[in-house]
Every structure is written in structure tokens, then in C-alpha cells.
């Protein structure tokens, strides 16, 4: 049975920094991409950032670029989201995903098969 966790979540005044933490286990964790999506009540969910399973590649949505790094410990079974000069506009509940094995870094909710429960990001200005 697939578990994915994410913690690292919390309020933080704009401009500081947050990472957050997803570990994922019952799974060949080298084998599979990792995601980050986030979400607002009423609103769609968003690809936030991805990597390779072996962290060669990754990808970022625009809105942060720049600002987040994701990379991943296949040790530990972990994948982290480095997020600095943090924005009011970035509060939302942050998601872990676990893609299809051997598939490639997406921003794509379809290409991600197990979810974990989600983290609260919350920036104040």
C-alpha cells in the first residue's frame, strides 16, 4: 500500500522561506517522478514543481520560477520544496504526488497516480 505524507507547512510573513518535506512509502521510489501541486478552496489545483526519479531533471511553474527548488533523497524516500521570497499569493494547501513509474517530471494532475493529504502554506503580508 502507496503512503504520502507532506509536513513543513505553516503561517510566514512575506519575503521568508519554507521547505517542505514528502515521504512516500510501499513504492520503488527510485523508479517514480515526484510532484508538487498546491490549491486554493475553489479553485483548481496547480503544478507547482517536479523532478526525475533520480533528480536529473525537474520542471516549475512560472509563477515559481526563481523562487522554489524541489530535489529529492531517494535514501530517505523524501522529496523536499525549498521555498524562498515567499508571496501572500503562494498561501494555499501545498500536495505531494507520486507519478507514473519510470514516467518523466510533470506539472500534469493526470500524470500522478497517489496523492498525499496536503500541507498548509499560509503567507502574510
Known amino acids: 500500500q502507496v503512503q504520502v505524507m507532506e509536513s513543513g507547512g505553516a503561517l510566514v510573513q512575506a519575503g521568508g522561506s519554507l521547505r517542505l518535506s514528502c515521504t512516500a512509502s510501499?513504492?520503488?521510489?527510485?523508479?517514480?517522478?515526484m510532484g508538487w501541486f498546491r490549491q486554493a478552496p475553489g479553485k483548481e489545483r496547480e503544478g507547482v514543481s517536479s523532478?526525475?526519479?533520480?533528480?536529473?531533471?525537474?520542471t516549475y511553474s512560472d509563477s515559481v520560477k526563481g523562487r522554489f527548488t524541489i530535489s529529492r533523497d531517494n535514501a530517505k524516500n523524501t522529496v523536499y520544496l525549498q521555498m524562498n521570497s515567499l508571496k501572500p499569493e503562494d498561501t494555499d494547501m501545498y500536495y505531494c504526488?507520486?507519478?507514473?513509474?519510470?514516467?518523466?517530471?510533470?506539472?500534469?494532475?493526470?500524470?500522478?497516480?497517489?496523492w498525499g493529504q496536503g500541507t498548509q502554506v499560509t503567507v502574510s503580508s
Open positions: 504526488a507520486v507519478g507514473r513509474q519510470w514516467g518523466s517530471p510533470s506539472l500534469l494532475e493526470a500524470d500522478f497516480v497517489y
Open positions: 510501499g513504492l520503488t521510489f527510485n523508479a517514480v517522478p
Open positions: 523532478i526525475s526519479n533520480f533528480g536529473y531533471t525537474s
